[in-house]
């Protein structure tokens, strides 16, 4: 915790957002305290930095998806003499809403470990965890709830 203002500021100059900066340092720490590999005095640092340097680059991977599926939706890209394509007919909120439908269309567990999934970032690892489930039957539920959302999606949005 004497360090905690020292990973923020590493992260904040990398983000650019100290509110950001500060649920990262908090996943950080959360992470560390998590670990089961053999900490001592000297290899913290490196272990903090690296988990820090990580989750950096894994926000910005994370961003530039977003970033360049808001500029499809919302701009849309212009192919074939001007028309636009399938992607910018519809609006962000409408695609969210199709989305949202296709979900309600999952089995219960499907839709659970999809959302905690898409919407809370959280790996396979995590989810079975966090729902008392086998590792194994929340890689396959999610799995199959991509594949069918995948599919839903791409009937919703043809043209």
Known sequence: MAHIDEVRGFISCRIGCDDTAKDVAQTVFERLLK???????????????????????????????????????????CENGGEPSPESVYSISETIEILEQGIAHLSERQRTVYKLSIYKGMKVQEISQTLNLNYKSVENSLGLARKFIRSYMQARLAV
């Open 35 to 77: 670990s089961q590999k053999m900490i001592s005095e000297i290899t913290l640092p490196a272990l903090v930095y690296t988990i820090a340097r990580n989750l950096v680059n894994d926000y910005w991977r994370h961003r530039r998806a977003v970033d360049e599926y808001e500029h499809v939706i919302g701009y849309g890209i």
